[in-house]
Nanobody, 125 residues
Framework: QVQLVESGGGLVQTGGSLRLSCAAS????????MGWFRQAPGKERLFVAGINRGGGSTNYADSVKGRFTISRDNAENTVYLQMNSLKPEDTAVYYC??????????????????WGQGTQVTVSS
């Protein structure tokens, strides 16, 4: 339903920062909660952070609380993930996704119906 394109990934050292962007096209972006997921090689795709459709409510995986911040700019049809204090364990392909819900970004990937292609984040030590 919604076309999503991630950008901003790259290679950083432990303790560094990256800001990921997810640009959306389509008329429905403002209607739904959005989430960020990540997947390392050979691992399952896991929830990272979510934000409701208005941007006033956010939630995070325990592993990234205090380090990552999700935000959205509905006027620009973009959701962001600011990642600070990066660790090697954060290395993964990061995906943004549009939720089937309005007011809560859940952790279940099956409750999202539009996905971007992903952007690689690599954290070296």
């Amino acid at each position: 339903q919604v076309q999503l394109v991630e950008s901003g990934g790259g290679l950083v050292q432990t303790g560094g920062s990256l800001r990921l962007s997810c640009a959306a096209s389509g008329r429905t972006f403002n209607s739904y909660a959005m989430g960020w997921f990540r997947q390392a090689p050979g691992k399952e795709r896991l929830f990272v952070a979510g934000i409701n459709r208005g941007g006033g409510s956010t939630n995070y995986a325990d592993s990234v609380k205090g380090r990552f911040t999700i935000s959205r700019d509905n006027a620009e049809n973009t959701v962001y993930l600011q990642m600070n204090s990066l660790k090697p364990e954060d290395t993964a392909v990061y995906y943004c996704a549009s939720s089937i819900y309005y007011y809560q970004a859940t952790e279940n990937l099956h409750e999202y119906n539009s996905w971007g292609q992903g952007t690689q984040v690599t954290v070296s030590s």
